[in-house]
């Protein structure tokens, strides 16, 4: 499992500690310091779509009207903080946040 997120961003830690304590091996990449290659951001944007930008970040609330007209790729090449976290790829799979779908999607009765 691979689980792309922020060191501290709650969500992330809380969605980390759970699947760590279900016993469930997690690749973990920290978008700002480790970035994310291109051929995965178009991935997740042809799955997610714009759900996929976090448009009530503070990242974006920092943004210009002209940044922000960018196509999302770039913005997301620019500004990885922008990825609403965390992406999730499980079994070929991809989940985006930790909510309670998410949770019992790879968790199953452990949830």
């Not at 944007?45 to 714009?50: E, H, I, M, V, Y």
């Not at 996929?52 to 790729?73: C, H």
């Amino acid at each position: 499992m691979q689980l792309y997120g922020l060191k501290n961003c709650d969500t992330c830690k809380k969605a980390l500690k759970t699947l760590v304590a279900a016993d469930i091996s997690v690749e973990y990449f920290d978008v700002r310091a480790d970035g994310v290659p291109v051929a995965e951001l178009k991935e997740f944007l042809k799955f997610f779509g714009d759900k996929l930008v976090n448009t009530r970040s503070t990242t974006w609330r920092g943004l210009s009207d002209n940044e922000r007209a960018k196509p999302q790729l770039a913005l997301l090449q620019e500004n990885p903080t922008l990825m609403k976290r965390p992406v999730i790829r499980h079994d070929g799979a991809l989940f985006l946040g930790w909510t309670a779908d998410v949770q019992q999607s790879l968790l199953g009765d452990q949830a």
